[in-house]
């Protein structure tokens, strides 16, 4: 757990700054002895005194405001990847803005000069850490779907803009001219530098082929609420594939998808669903938002392999460019890919998918060593853990004798993305995450274990 004086070192005490109401937000702000406050509320982006696109840490908030300065502020780290609630105070007085936040039960009081509050811009010193603090109004938030382009509009003719910034380019990327184009699903921030302030943009990039993550909403539902929604569209075709399964098979009129398929067993729940496409060139599409929400396993020229956890369950998502097919199908069935899927879940969940209640021992230690009788493949299961979140930091997977290097290897060779490291032979990158992975081959004995080191 971080502290609060860790956490209001990064700044995240220095995000808000909601004036009392004096006059309009057309008003001019008065750079003299006598500052003239403005009620200015709504949500506010900061770079801590840094370049934009050079800020690991940014935070956002929403004050609401009635005259009073209490109000609530949310703050996120981009490098931890966490989320904070911080209620708190919020008092201005003179050139001098106070706060009093209580976090984790304890309240801490600070007390910021304001240099200046602008119509763009909100600029806080604080003496105690000597950090300066640049707070930048959102004035709007763009909704574009990937690949759409919009102009990036300021409506005040005496705007001059010097320069525009992305703060993710990766998700939306702004031209000299103001252009902004949405590249991948997600979230970014452009910013238009002038002499009168940085007027920032929220744009929010979501997929274009509508409906396409509907399709896997289907897993683990029963086989009749698929039917609900396209039986009465579509004729189907009910057969079974000779493996104890049945599949719902739709041919479709729909301009993007041609063929959709829903395959389950006796329980009819849905653990396999096939999509194709019209449009190979959709696929694409597909591809750039999935790397945005979804962990990339493997990549070759014809099919990219994805997976996710949905309901504690891990899914593979197959992206086939030469059948013009999106898989999703239920993980686990292979011997390697069932303990494999163990790094995916907390300590909690992966004990018990093994039949293991962990002890107070393990808990306390953040420790477990399982052996294993049912798999042909690996004979023993060994995780570290953080104590206080439960998710793995290293799990290590022990083979049975006789098992070699050569044996296993193939299937990682499949399913992983080599970095060219030869100590880290393997990596899978996530939105959130690296779990490096590396074999270890005893000198003496010959026997082998497949390493993962989790890094959040």
């Known amino acids: 757990m971080k502290t609060i004086d860790k956490i209001l070192s990064w700044g995240i005490a220095l995000l808000v700054l909601v004036p009392m109401a004096s006059c309009s937000d057309d008003d001019d702000t008065d750079n003299g002895s006598d500052i003239q406050y403005r009620s200015i509320v709504g949500e506010w982006y900061s770079d801590f005194g840094m370049d934009v696109e050079g800020s690991m840490d940014w935070g956002i908030s929403a004050v609401y405001s009635d005259g009073t300065t209490d109000g609530f502020l949310a ?18 007085s003179g050139k001098k803005y106070s706060q009093a936040i209580t976090m984790f039960g304890e309240t801490e009081t600070s007390i910021l000069d304001i240099l200046s509050i602008g119509m763009y811009d909100i600029r806080l010193f604080n003496n105690e850490n000597q950090m300066l603090d640049i707070s930048h109004r959102i004035l709007d938030t763009y909704n574009l779907q990937v690949g759409e382009t919009h102009d990036m509009l300021i409506n005040d003719p005496d705007f001059v803009v010097m320069e525009y910034r992305s703060d993710n380019e990766k ?94 067993g006796e329980s009819k729940v849905v653990e396999d669903v096939r999509v194709v496409f019209r449009n190979g060139d959709l696929l694409d599409e597909i591809a750039k938002t999935y790397l945005g929400l979804y962990e990339l396993r493997a990549e070759q020229d ?12 891990g899914i593979s998502i197959s992206i086939d460019y030469e059948t013009n097919m999106l898989w999703f199908m239920v993980r686990g069935n292979d011997p390697i890919q069932a303990l494999d899927d163990l790094v995916h879940m907390t300590a909690t969940e992966a004990a018990e998918a093994l039949g293991h209640t962990l002890t107070d021992t393990e808990r306390a230690t953040g420790h477990m060593l399982i052996p294993i009788s049912n798999n042909p493949i690996f004979k023993g299961f060994t995780m570290y853990f953080d104590t206080e979140t439960d998710m793995p930091t290293a799990v290590y997977l022990f083979c049975k004798d006789g098992i070699t290097l050569e044996d296993i290897e193939p299937w990682y060779q499949q399913n992983y993305i080599a970095t060219g490291n030869e100590s880290l032979p393997y990596a899978r990158l996530t939105p959130t995450s690296t779990i490096y992975l590396t074999f270890n081959v005893d000198e003496v004995d010959g026997s082998v274990a497949v390493i993962y080191m989790i890094a959040y």
Do not use: C, W
């Open 75 to 92: 703050h996120v780290s981009k490098e931890e990847g966490y989320l904070i609630p911080v209620e708190g105070t919020y008092k201005i």
């Open 171 to 264: 998700v939306a990327t702004i031209s000299p001219n103001g252009t902004i184009e949405a590249l991948r699903v997600g979230t970014a921030y452009v910013s238009a530098v002038s002499k009168k302030g940085t007027a920032v943009i929220r744009v929010v990039v979501t997929n274009p082929v509508t409906g396409i993550d509907d399709f896997m909403a289907y897993m683990f539902e029963n086989v009749d609420v698929a039917t609900q929604a396209y039986g009465t569209l579509y004729k189907d075709l009910e057969y079974a594939d000779g493996s104890g399964y049945n599949m719902r098979h739709y041919y479709m009129l729909d301009e993007n998808v041609e063929e959709i398929g829903f395959t389950f």
């Open 302 to 313: 014809d099919y990219l392999l994805f997976t996710t956890k949905k309901y504690g369950r």
